[in-house]
């Protein structure tokens, strides 16, 4: 039995004060730029990353791994619900994409 | 209305306080999150995807025009200038800061509000028909009995740690508009031989992943007996209830395992031994609670001026024709005010809309306010030489659209917009839907239909009763929209069935538009609406308008 090769990855959360997406730095800070978060290209780190975030209580909230691409601006979620953390709501410039 | 006493307003006040204190520890670190999480969810506040949330209880859907100010207050002070109306009658603000939800408990509870009780595994916001006091149809006002289940669900100690939430519908009138089926327990106020008022208690309905239609567990409940019977089910259920596996866990699944006999006897028995522990205490309450509920002295005023605007103004007399509905009073009206512009987010209304609102109650009804499950806002008694001056009030601040139970008053829940939960979206596709037979010019012609839309399989946007339901999953990494057809939430309650295939999100309003133009087709008159035609011919003609490649493939 062949593993599924190990798929990129960033942990991501909420910010515990207003509740805004947020991703993990390599320098163990919190961004709200996805772009600037770490991706993370070995399982044993991911897991190791996951660890630090969940010992993270007192910034954020619920931090979980999830897929994410290389691109030249950053890591990229490969997903539409990490897109749409990303962006905002679809019915109001609201969120992120409004600059907040 | 009804109007807090010293108890109740001790009680959200120390709530409140409570709620302060322990947002202060999560903030400085003494309690963890999975220490504080059931705390904030008792308090109605949610962590979704972009912010918290904060949901606060419209008990029964009734508000007073203070009440509203103050909703529209917080949405300016604390959120984004908005609200969103919910299909339980609650309100949600999408962008509240952690450290600033004590200080909008607090503005809550100056006019008695709260959030208590909106999530968690207990009795949730008891809701109502949102007609009540008012409708032609009703038998009876069945607010104070969803009053008196307020105050007794609320901290009940037995019940605050449910196998799963628990949902209690009213009605007091025979045409269900409270979705009383559909609930965990639906009530619908009734008469026996001997004309003396009581219920018919339904148990076991609900929609969400394993939809079901309630079933009647007792066919007359006399009113001195409603709470200790209700404590019975709840009880029962307690015991009885699933807690091994969150999906089985909701009294559907108990009714449906062990069988609606074994339930009702279980419930028997335990009503037999605990109702003597009552003593009569609560229907003194209940006498206390419907005093508040008392109707208001309707004005006189004659129906020449509205006669008279609705011979001259056409877009006036669309308006009555699809947004009012018959009063108990005929000099009054229910007004529907449709919170449902076409291209706008169902059930969102701006601060000043909210403000609107609240000085028409005030000045021109009665001070009375309700929020519907459909997502709209309900002017309960309008005297019908006010409705002009109404009509152009709504029409300057976008309030006045005409189509109330028509293809655009569509029933979306947030979806992946805005809910953790959610598998897609929800908010645009109504907004498509609508948007797109606006141009059409067709939603009148089509008449009654209901489009009821769920961002995933937990159908806050109840999807399985709209006459159309659109249900949206992920399907390997894209958005995907299945169809059901036929559902209804009245008190003919259908769940709908699932046509085929779903739609990815580019392909759903044309196959809305094929369905609606297949109902044209096949409908025998005008007057026969898209449920009958489907009731009629079944799956089979709606079938072949959606999936065309496939109906053709089986004709070569």
């Not at chain 2, 306080?17 to 999150?33: K, W």
């Not at chain 2, 504080?36 to 972009?50: A, C, E, I, T």
């Not at chain 2, 669900?153 to 628990?166: A, G, I, N, V």
């Amino acid at each position: 039995m062949t593993r599924r090769p190990f798929a990129p990855k960033v942990v991501a959360a909420n910010d515990l004060l207003d509740g805004d997406a947020v991703w993990l730095t390599e320098e163990d800070t919190w961004t709200r730029d996805m772009g600037e978060a770490e991706l993370i290209e070995d399982e044993a780190v991911a897991d190791d990353r996951l660890l630090f975030a969940l010992g993270q209580a007192n910034f954020v909230v619920g931090p979980y791994l999830v897929d994410a691409k290389a691109t030249p601006k950053g890591p990229a979620p490969t997903h539409f619900r990490e897109a749409f953390r990303m962006r905002g709501p679809s019915n109001y410039p609201h969120g992120k994409q409004a600059g907040e | 209305m009804y109007h807090y006493n010293d108890f109740d307003e001790a009680f959200v006040r120390e709530r409140v306080a409570q709620f302060r204190g322990q947002v202060e520890r999560r903030i400085d670190g003494s309690l963890t999150e999975d220490e504080f999480k059931p705390l904030r969810l008792m308090n109605g506040l949610y962590l979704q995807l972009h912010a918290y949330m904060l949901r606060v209880a419209i008990p029964y859907g009734t508000l007073n025009s203070r009440q509203m100010r103050q909703l529209a207050m917080i949405a300016d002070r604390w959120d984004k200038g908005y609200g969103h109306f919910t299909t339980r009658q609650n309100i949600q603000f999408n962008w509240p800061k952690l450290g600033e939800v004590p200080d909008i408990l607090e503005a809550l509870a100056d006019v008695e509000m709260h959030a208590i009780q909106t999530s968690g595994n207990t009795i949730r916001n008891v809701t109502a028909d949102h007609f009540a006091g008012a409708a032609a149809d009703e038998i009876a006002d069945p607010r104070p009995v969803a009053e008196l289940i307020r105050q007794w669900s609320t901290d009940h100690p037995e019940f605050q740690f449910l196998p799963r939430k628990f949902k209690i519908a009213v009605t007091g009138s025979p045409n269900d508009r409270a979705v009383t089926r559909a609930h965990d327990i639906g009530l619908r106020m009734v008469r026996n031989d001997a004309g003396e008022p009581g219920f018919e208690v339904i148990v076991g309905g609900g929609l969400g992943r394993t939809p079901m239609i309630g079933q009647v567990i007792r066919d007359f409940v006399a009113q001195q007996d409603l709470l200790p019977y209700l404590e019975a089910i709840v009880s029962v259920y307690n015991l009885l209830g699933r807690r091994d596996n969150k999906y089985k866990a909701r009294i559907k699944i108990t009714v449906a395992e062990n069988g609606i006999d074994e339930i009702r006897a279980r419930v028997e028995a335990q009503f037999e031994q605990s109702k003597a522990e009552w003593g009569g205490f609560d229907q003194e309450l209940l006498a206390r609670i419907e005093h508040s509920f008392a109707p208001p002295v309707f004005k006189r005023a004659g129906l020449e001026k509205f006669n008279a605007n609705l011979a001259a103004n056409g877009a006036f007399r669309a308006w009555c024709d699809t947004n009012l509905s018959e009063h108990r009073d005929p000099e009054h009206a229910i007004v529907t005010v449709s919170i449902k512009a076409h291209g706008a987010t169902p059930g969102d209304a701006s601060s000043t809309q909210m403000r609107v609102l609240a000085d028409l109650a005030e000045r021109l009804g009665y001070d009375e306010l309700r929020i519907s499950h459909e997502q709209n806002v309900i002017l309960p008694h309008v005297h019908k030489s006010d409705l002009p001056e109404i009509y152009a009030t709504l029409r300057d601040h976008g309030l006045a659209t005409a189509n109330v139970g028509l293809i655009s008053d569509i029933i979306a829940c947030p979806g992946m917009d805005y809910c953790a939960l959610a598998t897609a979206r929800s908010i645009p596709v109504a907004q498509e839907i609508a948007t797109r037979f606006d141009e059409l010019k067709l939603e009148h012609e089509i008449g009654p239909l209901k489009i009821k839309i769920s961002g995933c399989i937990n159908a806050c946007g109840h999807h399985h009763v709209g006459h159309i339901g659109i249900l949206g999953l992920d399907r390997a990494g894209v958005e995907n929209y299945q169809i059901t057809l036929g559902g209804d939430g009245t008190e003919t309650a259908t769940i709908g069935e699932r046509t085929g295939p779903g739609f990815p999100a580019d392909e759903i309003v044309p196959a809305v538009e094929r369905l609606v133009g297949a109902y044209l087709e096949h409908r025998k008159s005008e007057e026969e609406t898209f449920l009958q035609t489907y009731r009629r011919l079944g799956m089979d003609p709606f079938k072949a308008a959606l999936y065309p490649e496939k109906a053709q493939s089986r004709a070569a």
